[in-house]
């Protein structure tokens, strides 16, 4: 098997934005995808060693900033290189929160998803959350 050809799959770079008690949290991820469009599902794979996934898993909220192509790497980093356990990642960044407090970007970002799971399957490494879109909103 070339496993190569896996990597012609398409893919985005989104913020998960999550938020426990009053703390805010993110992570980069890869691996959004809608599900169904009646109702509006989409499924998120978090890998169980981010911060983000426990929260998520925690509260079954969570948000999608969709990045934008022009995306700085400052962004990338910030998300996806440095554990919310030990910094606040929102900080200098600018963002909005949804009815229930939780972050989305509003730069860099050409929409966004309020999420609320519905179910979640463990798959060793990672948990797909499964969720239904509450709203969605271009930026």
């Known amino acids: ?18 938020k426990i008690d009053n703390k805010l949290n993110g992570c980069i991820l890869n691996t959004v995808g809608q599900i169904t469009s ?10 169980k060693s981010n911060f983000t996934h426990d929260i998520v898993a925690q509260t079954k909220l969570f948000t999608v900033s969709m990045l934008s192509q022009s995306t700085p790497f400052e962004v990338i980093k910030r998300f996806g290189f440095q554990s919310g356990r ?7 960044f600018q963002f909005l929160t949804t009815s229930d407090g939780i972050p ?14 519905y179910e979640s399957v463990d798959v060793g490494t990672h948990t797909v959350f499964f969720a239904d879109v509450e709203d969605a909103n271009l930026l």
């Open 104 to 117: 989305y970007l509003q730069s860099y970002c050409t929409a966004y998803l309020v999420c609320r799971v």
């Open 1 to 18: 098997m070339d496993t190569r050809a896996l990597f012609k799959i398409g893919y985005g770079l989104y913020v998960i934005g999550s």
């Open 86 to 92: 030990d910094t606040d990642k929102f900080v200098g």
């Open 38 to 47: 009646n109702p509006v599902r989409v499924t998120a794979t978090i890998n």
